[in-house]
């Protein structure tokens, strides 16, 4: 797989778990990679790019007897970017399906 | 691999990057490897997971190299509009530019009667505004769509100024952007004093610019006219199927003109001018230029230059006559010719049209 396009998807399930619920780092990583093979270190370059670019906000929870943890929290832009996305991965795989037929 | 061991390696591939992303990063893995304790891994487990990222560091690279201010691109990058986008149909658009804020309206030329079956649906998103002009429901008025105007009032600097429409004219003055990109299907496209880049397509609509300074110019139309003024421009590329081409400049580094069937027509100062047809005549009145190429298949060529202290190349046709207006000019084999001290480079080649060379 090219590099681009796992970035593509792999930024679309970082989303897509957010768009579920606000998350902190190791439970997300856990929830994408117990379903598919990734070095879970590359999840955290693409939520900084994206929290960057105003799709997450962050906060702090206390946990108990551990340091607090950093939550991640969609924003509105986040959700609008998230569905652009969502949109064209499914085109994408439409076409892709078309042709498989 | 221990957490200290993988931290002081992350640490070490991203040393070309900016601090504050380094720490960020580094504060997400060191608590990505406390949560993984918490949930009973040990620290090799933790840092098998995390795995090699080496493959996205290249990128992360470019995009945070030292020295760059993640804040202050975030808050430009949310709050600021950068672009604007407008689409509609059969509604005209007018765009002027100058004010402290973009603000927009729409106007009916017959007693607001039919504004109220048309809405404007705003979205920002990525530091794009965009405007969609839709009509709220099939009109009852419908014939007299075309009287309503949404008017566009811009901030100057824009990175993109963009606007499609269908059967709607586009009208742009007066504003500045780096680029303007307009589109229409069936309506014409003017505009006046603008700066920055300026791209137009239209399929049968025309076109008409009149400014004193652009960038590129590029304009593509297959059967609208195609009219343009500019003073100063850095690139001009026009293509047309089959209306006509008209420009005229005061001063322009390079002109690029391709037309179909339709005539074209040049006036003014352009370094290297670059003209091709299938079968319109084409006439052009030059100064100072440094090269002159022209083609055409059926059609005639005029062409006229001036000030210039000579020129040297080819001038053929399949079957037409050729006219050289330039006293003292020696003709070399092969259709080529010289006069002066040879300074300027013409070709002029037409498949059996006539071809006059003057002054």
């Known amino acids: ?101 | 691999m221990k957490k200290q061991e993988y931290l002081n390696h992350v640490r070490e591939m991203l040393k070309e990057c900016d601090e504050e992303f380094v720490n960020d990063i580094l504060c997400d893995f060191e608590e990505h490897f406390e949560q993984g304790a918490d949930a009973g891994k040990t620290e090799e487990e933790v840092a098998e997971s995390l795995g090699d990222i080496s493959e996205w560091i290249e990128e992360m690279k470019k995009e945070y190299a030292k020295k760059q201010l993640p804040e202050i691109v975030e808050e430009t990058e949310i709050n600021e509009i950068r672009k604007v986008l407008v689409k509609a149909d059969s509604v005209d658009i007018e765009v002027s530019g100058g004010s402290d804020e973009i603000s927009w309206n729409l106007m009916d030329n017959w007693a607001k009667m039919n504004i109220h079956n048309y809405q404007v649906i705003e979205t920002v998103s990525r530091g794009r505004l965009m405007l969609e002009v839709l009509p709220k429901e099939k009109s009852h008025f419908g014939i007299m769509a075309s009287h309503v105007h949404f008017v566009l009032n811009l901030v100057d600097e824009l990175e993109e100024v963009r606007i499609e429409t269908g059967s709607g004219d586009i009208d742009v003055e007066d504003v500045e952007a780096e680029v303007f990109k307009l589109h229409a299907r069936s309506g014409d496209v003017t505009v006046e004093d603008i700066e920055g880049d300026l791209w137009i397509k239209t399929q049968s609509g025309d076109i008409d610019v009149k400014c004193s300074e652009l960038g590129q110019l590029i304009l593509n139309s297959t059967s609208g006219d195609i009219d343009v003024s500019v003073d100063e421009a850095e690139e001009i590329n026009i293509k047309s199927t089959s209306g006509e081409i008209e420009v005229e400049t005061e001063e322009s580094e390079s002109m690029t003109l391709s037309s179909t069937s339709g005539d074209i027509e040049v006036e003014g100062e352009v370094k290297h001018l670059k003209v091709s047809s299938s079968s319109g005549d084409v006439e052009i009145s030059c100064t100072n230029p440094e090269a002159v190429m022209i083609h055409t298949a059926s059609g005639d060529v005029e062409v006229k230059i001036k000030g210039c202290r000579g020129m040297q190349g080819i001038t053929e046709t399949g079957s037409g006559d050729v006219d050289i207006d330039f006293e003292g000019v020696s003709y070399h084999s092969g259709s080529g010719f010289s006069w002066g001290d040879g300074s300027t480079q013409v070709v002029i080649k037409t498949g059996s049209g006539d071809i006059s060379l003057s002054e």
Not at chain 1, 40 to 48: A, E, N
Not at chain 1, 77 to 92: D, I, M, N, P, V
Request: some cysteine; glycine content about 8%.
């Open chain 1, 1 to 101: 797989m090219n590099a681009q396009f796992k970035k593509g998807v792999l930024e679309l399930c970082v989303l897509a778990q957010l768009d579920k619920g606000d998350k902190y780092g190791y439970e997300l990583t856990e929830a994408i990679s117990q379903k598919m093979t990734i070095a879970t270190g590359t999840l955290y370059l693409i939520l900084k790019r994206l929290k960057d670019e105003g799709y997450f906000e962050t906060y702090l929870v206390e946990s108990q007897g551990g340091p607090a943890r950093k939550y991640y929290r969609i924003s509105e832009a986040g959700r609008t970017h998230y569905h652009e996305l969502k949109k064209e991965w499914e085109q994408f795989i439409t076409t892709v399906d078309e042709l498989l037929k």
